[in-house]
């Protein structure tokens, strides 16, 4: 476990938070600064380290702050290799399927929208069970490659997204600790499902033992992941879930990155 230490001076590329994002108390503390020099999508003029924060009230850890505009252009310039469309497409085929299963028995029809589609692979094989794949993501290169092969693909952030269909089926594979504010992600979420439609939802697990092992070993990718402004444990993300109209039903373990779990909630009428 990391023990809180003194809040460092905030990186300069970052809009900082006020207050907890997710409960709105200013009752943090700085927890542990990690090292992103290595990542893929690092950038010299970017700050080396990311600066951690823990929230005495609802126990939520975070970044300092989000990047400003300016600082994810630069970002923005890369990919990382898994994220190409049609990577590895079919391993992550049989990956795929296995998340779609685990939302069938809710929903098996209808739009799926996934947020941050990545490689594609999730709404390839959405599409080969006989959804209606629609996705989103920030990246324009990822959406204009999707456009080129034929699928439905928009560059937007699912809380400015308005279409008129209502969605079976929304995923967020490895997409809410990469958004600014989540409880407006998963409020638009619940917005643009029908009743009883689906949230899949996958990230890390702050709160599995193979979390604070990593951690202790000084091994922990998580804490350098330039990308991510949140560590979400199981707890709290339940709790956000039910707070914003989710009924989580099932948990699981991921099988796209380390130490990840996911989550299907039924949205309430």
């Not at 207050?19 to 990542?39: F, M, Y």
């Not at 094989?125 to 699928?151: K, S």
């Not at 400015?160 to 600790?177: G, N, P, W």
């Amino acid at each position: 476990m990391q023990t809180p230490q003194a809040r460092p001076q905030p990186s300069p590329d970052r809009i900082l938070y006020d207050a907890c994002p997710l409960c709105q108390s200013t009752n943090t503390a700085h927890l542990v600064t990690g090292a992103c020099d290595r990542h893929a999508c690092y950038d010299p003029s970017l700050s080396p380290t990311i600066n951690w924060v823990k929230c005495a009230d609802c126990s939520h850890v975070f970044t300092e702050g989000y990047y400003t505009d300016a600082a994810l252009q630069v970002m923005f310039r890369k990919t990382q290799d898994s994220q190409v469309v049609g990577t590895n497409l079919e391993q992550n085929r049989a990956i795929s399927a296995r998340m779609i299963e685990r939302v069938l028995p809710y929903q098996d029809s209808g739009a799926w929208l996934d947020v941050g589609f990545g490689n594609g692979s999730l709404l390839f094989t959405a599409a080969e069970f006989g959804f209606d794949p629609v996705g989103l993501d920030l990246r324009q290169t990822t959406v204009t490659a999707m456009q080129n092969i034929g699928f439905e693909a928009h560059l937007a952030d699912i809380c400015d997204f308005k279409d008129d269909r209502q969605m079976s089926v929304i995923s967020m594979a490895d997409v809410l600790e990469h958004t600014h504010f989540p409880v407006e992600c998963l409020r638009a979420a619940h917005r643009l499902l029908k009743p009883g439609g689906v949230l899949f939802a996958s990230m890390p697990n702050s709160d599995c033992m193979i979390w604070d092992v990593a951690t202790q070993q000084n091994a922990n990718p998580y804490w350098g992941e330039m990308e991510h402004y949140h560590n979400f444990s199981r707890q709290r993300l339940y709790a956000l879930l039910e707070e914003t109209g989710f009924v989580p039903k099932r948990y699981g373990i991921s099988e796209r990155y380390r130490m990840c779990m996911e989550v299907v909630a039924v949205a309430t009428g």
